[in-house]
Every structure is written in structure tokens, then in C-alpha cells.
Nanobody
Framework: QVQLVESGGGLVQAGGSLKLSCAAS????????MGWFRQAPGKEREFVVA????????NYADPVKGRFTISRDNAKKTVYLQMNSLKPEDTAIYYC?????????????????WGQGTQVTVSS
């Protein structure tokens, strides 16, 4: 089993920044990916970004390109999401996810493990 714990959410004004963290614990895999999804009230969960931890390939959703950056610390089994130039439409619960096969696409059903989520609220 794998446990994912997100942290770093909060309230920020538009134009500000936040950095989310997702720490993985438990079973390890030879190659896997981790990603971030978000879900705003009344909306479907949407893909934000993912990273293949074995070769560092990344995949960003268009709405966050140029503003969000994913990074990792393999030793700590932690990924980070640096979010800059935040907009009110970025307000959502942000979920961390892990795929044991290295998938970095946007289909949420492909991911094997999920965190509980962390709230990000951007005020205008």
C-alpha cells in the first residue's frame, strides 16, 4: 500500500504563490509517476500536471503552463507543486496521485493511489 499526504494549501490573493507538497510512504516501485489534479466546487476533477520520477518527463495542463512547476525529491519520495501568478479560477481542492507504471496523462482513472487533498483558495 501507498499513502500520499498533501500539504501547503491555503488562502492567497490573486497574483500570489503557493507551494504544495505530496509525500509518499509505504510500498516503493521501480518506476512510477506522481501528479496533481484539482477539483473546484461543482466541477469535475481535472488534471493539472504529472511527472515521471524515473526520467523526469512532465505533462502540464494548458491552463497552468508557465505558472505552475512540478518538481521532486526522490530521496524524500516527495513531489512539489510551485504555483505562481495564481488566479481565482485556480481555487480548488488539489489532490496528489501516484501511478505505478509511470503514466503522466490526464486520465484520473489510470492513477493507482490518491491523497486526501488540500484546499487552495485564491481571492480576487
Amino acid at each position: 500500500q501507498v499513502q500520499l499526504v498533501e500539504s501547503g494549501g491555503g488562502l492567497v490573493q490573486a497574483g500570489g504563490s503557493l507551494k504544495l507538497s505530496c509525500a509518499a510512504s509505504g510500498r516503493t516501485f521501480s518506476s512510477y509517476s506522481m501528479g496533481w489534479f484539482r477539483q473546484a466546487p461543482g466541477k469535475e476533477r481535472e488534471f493539472v500536471v504529472a511527472i515521471d520520477l524515473s526520467n523526469l518527463r512532465t505533462n502540464y495542463a494548458d491552463p497552468v503552463k508557465g505558472r505552475f512547476t512540478i518538481s521532486r525529491d526522490n530521496a524524500k519520495k516527495t513531489v512539489y507543486l510551485q504555483m505562481n501568478s495564481l488566479k481565482p479560477e485556480d481555487t480548488a481542492i488539489y489532490y496528489c496521485a501516484l501511478d505505478i507504471g509511470g503514466y503522466i496523462g490526464g486520465y484520473s482513472g489510470h492513477y493507482d493511489y490518491w491523497g486526501q487533498g488540500t484546499q487552495v483558495t485564491v481571492s480576487s
